[in-house]
T-cell receptor, first 112, second 113 residues
Framework: DVKVTQSSRYLVKRTGEKVFLECVQDMDHENMFWYRQDPGLGLRLIYFSYDVKMKEKGDIPEGYSVSREKKERFSLILESASTNQTSMYLC???????????FGAGTRLSVL | SQQGEEDPQALSIQEGENATMNCSYKTSINNLQWYRQNSGRGLVHLILIRSNEREKHSGRLRVTLDTSKKSSSLLITASRAADTASYFCATDFYTGANSKLTFGKGITLSVRP
């Protein structure tokens, strides 16, 4: 079974802190994605990556950056956390050419 | 927005009844997928239907796709309390070499024991 692991289930940070959310997948998938999920807004794509060291902006990239130094790991970085970044963050991966996405359990981030 | 829109936003039924959820979208797609999310967890893929397919079954799930109306429906037959979850449709529309999914806002299904 595909496993996508997010480093933390719950995270509490202070405004202005630099925050790292880590995601690791064990199925050698080419594609990885970061979403945020907010009530009434559904899932919104922040960034995605189709290969190591490659990244593309999604629908709401402002305030975020990403890093993909190894194929299995995709990190989401909040450069200076703000309260409006309090949300559920979901990581997903998929194999190239087949767009079924496998999700991690999510990280619920609170920025105080 | 290319986002799929689900209907209704919330659905409450009795165990044993069928649940029907609908999804509409705006542009041509490669395929449409349905995902399920239990409270506070990640999404789990349920079923994929390609643009050249009209109906697909998987266990108690039946998905239909009408590309002329740009709509899809998900039917869960003989629902169980364990089916209580949020359900999302996701559209895969061609954007070049690498496609991606666009998710709707989800339908909250409650199945009463």
């Amino acid at each position: 079974d595909v496993k996508v692991t997010q480093s933390s289930r719950y995270l509490v940070k202070r405004t202005g802190e630099k925050v790292f959310l880590e995601c690791v997948q064990d199925m050698d998938h080419e594609n990885m994605f970061w979403y945020r999920q907010d009530p009434g807004l559904g899932l919104r794509l922040i960034y995605f990556s189709y290969d190591v060291k490659m990244k593309e902006k999604g629908d709401i990239p402002e305030g975020y950056s990403v890093s993909r130094e190894k194929k299995e790991r995709f990190s989401l970085i909040l450069e200076s956390a703000s309260t409006n970044q309090t949300s559920m963050y979901l990581c997903a991966s998929s194999a190239g050419g087949r767009n079924i996405q496998y999700f991690g359990a999510g990280t619920r981030l609170s920025v105080l | 927005s290319q986002q799929g829109e689900e209907d209704p936003q919330a659905l409450s039924i009795q165990e044993g009844e069928n649940a029907t959820m609908n999804c509409s979208y705006k542009t041509s797609i490669n395929n449409l997928q349905w995902y399920r999310q239990n409270s506070g967890r990640g999404l789990v893929h349920l079923i994929l239907i390609r643009s050249n397919e009209r109906e697909k079954h998987s266990g108690r799930l039946r998905v239909t796709l009408d590309t002329s109306k740009k709509s899809s429906s998900l039917l869960i037959t003989a629902s169980r309390a364990a089916d209580t979850a949020s359900y999302f449709c996701a559209t895969d529309f061609y954007t070049g070499a690498n496609s991606k999914l666009t998710f709707g806002k989800g339908i909250t299904l409650s199945v009463r024991p």
